[in-house]
T-cell receptor, first 114, second 113 residues
Framework: NAGVTQTPKFQVLKTGQSMTLQCAQD?????MYWYRQDPGMGLRLIYY???????DKGEVPNGYNVSRLNKREFSLRLESAAPSQTSVYFC?????????????FGDGTRLSIL | QKEVEQNSGPLSVPEGAIASLNCTYS??????FFWYRQYSGKSPELIMS????GDKEDGRFTAQLNKASQYVSLLIRDSQPSDSATYLC?????????????FGQGTRLTINP
């Protein structure tokens, strides 16, 4: 049972390049989330999906897009990477969304934008 | 004023003692509160949730909530070196699910053998 799987684990991009962060969960969870974590900032919600077919903006959505491809997969796309998007990105899932709390996290993607 | 505030630490506690981690929040309408543990270089893991005033115990962990004073705390009894981690407080400040879940910046806890 893999839980939440994120790919890639590390990535270095140049300013202006695009890329997609992949996330998949095998727990049949309805809700999925994308967070970023910067030093001293805690976790900030980028986008989330309460169920298959729905997505909503979080606290810091600018510069990102998401796709809830199916119940298992939730991808995050950076269309034109900027140095301010250097961060650690976590995907998470939860069985229910009553309080919005993510239950299971992936291992994270460490992204550097040069 | 930040919506959810934690002392960033580091908080240093001797092994076997009680570690006390505190979190304050600004929205009086907040209804649900969570604690996450994050080891260095790892992802967060949900360890406690609390919804009502008072104490909630789970093993060596006790979450305390005081809505009147707008604080939530986490006590770790018989602290072990394996408890050394950053602890994140998260507060749901509304009724709109994930959009209203705000994380504090975390408190780094070190347990000294």
């Amino acid at each position: 049972n893999a839980g939440v799987t994120q790919t890639p684990k590390f990535q270095v991009l140049k300013t202006g390049q695009s890329m997609t962060l992949q996330c998949a969960q095998d727990m049949n969870h309805n809700s999925m989330y994308w967070y970023r974590q910067d030093p001293g900032m805690g976790l900030r919600l980028i986008y989330y999906s309460a169920s298959e077919g729905t997505t909503d903006k979080g606290e810091v959505p600018n510069g990102y897009n998401v796709s809830r491809l199916n119940k298992r997969e939730f991808s995050l796309r950076l269309e034109s990477a900027a140095p301010s998007q250097t961060s650690v990105y976590f995907c998470a899932s939860s069985e229910w969304d009553r309080d919005g709390q993510p239950q299971h996290f992936g291992d994270g993607t460490r992204l550097s934008i040069l | 004023q930040k919506e959810v505030e934690q002392n960033s630490g580091p908080l240093s506690v001797p092994e076997g003692a009680i570690a006390s981690l505190n979190c304050t929040y600004s929205d009086r309408g907040s209804q649900s509160f969570f604690w996450y543990r994050q080891y260095s270089g790892k992802s967060p893991e949900l360890i406690m949730s609390i919804y009502s005033n008072g104490d909630k115990e789970d093993g060596r962990f006790t979450a305390q909530l005081n809505k009147a004073s707008q604080y939530v705390s986490l006590l770790i009894r018989d602290s072990q070196p394996s408890d050394s981690a950053t602890y994140l407080c998260a507060v749901n400040t509304g009724s709109q699910g994930a959009q209203k879940l705000v994380f504090g910046q975390g408190t780094r806890l070190t347990i000294n053998p």
